[in-house]
């Protein structure tokens, strides 16, 4: 009788471990359903963004003229767009001048409206290059 339990027990046991529906498996669903999960939580976030944008574009022109402005380039009426030019030296910017000096190879036109930000010992300067709207 103890024998015939032990055996019961024991087939119980590997089903329960190594069986079709073992702990384990259950275990790797588990794991593999709250990775589901977080990923559906990210895509309900994402479509909601994406929503929400869709909405504001159709209904406000604010959103299609700063998408404008930052995919095209637009410039309103009335407005001045200045173009900054970081690795501009120091030598190359003179300041209170409308023309950059002549020596620069390269650039034949001169630089209108350039303003010197640097130190005047070498260091990398910004330039300003105001350019109009054409509307």
């Given at each position: 009788m103890l024998i015939g339990l032990l055996i019961i027990l024991g087939s119980l046991q590997w089903?329960?471990?190594?069986?079709?529906?073992?702990?384990?498996?259950l275990w790797h669903k588990q794991a593999r359903l709250a990775d589901m999960l977080q990923t559906q939580e990210a895509l309900t976030e994402r479509n909601r963004r994406l929503l929400a944008e869709v909405d504001d574009l159709k209904t406000g022109l604010g959103t299609v003229e700063a998408l404008a402005r930052l995919d095209l380039g637009m410039i309103g009426p009335n407005e001045t767009f200045y173009q900054v030019i970081e690795d501009a030296q120091t030598e190359?910017?003179?300041?209170?001048?409308?023309?950059?000096?002549?020596?620069?190879?390269?650039?034949?036109?001169?630089?209108?409206s350039a303003s010197s930000a640097g130190?005047?010992?070498?260091?990398?300067?910004?330039?300003?290059?105001?350019?109009?709207?054409a509307h």
């Open positions: 089903r329960l471990w190594f069986g079709e529906s073992s702990l384990p498996e190359q910017i003179t300041p209170n001048t409308l023309t950059a000096p002549q020596t620069m190879s390269g650039n034949p036109e001169p630089n209108p130190s005047g010992q070498g260091a990398a300067a910004t330039a300003v290059n105001p350019v109009t709207s």
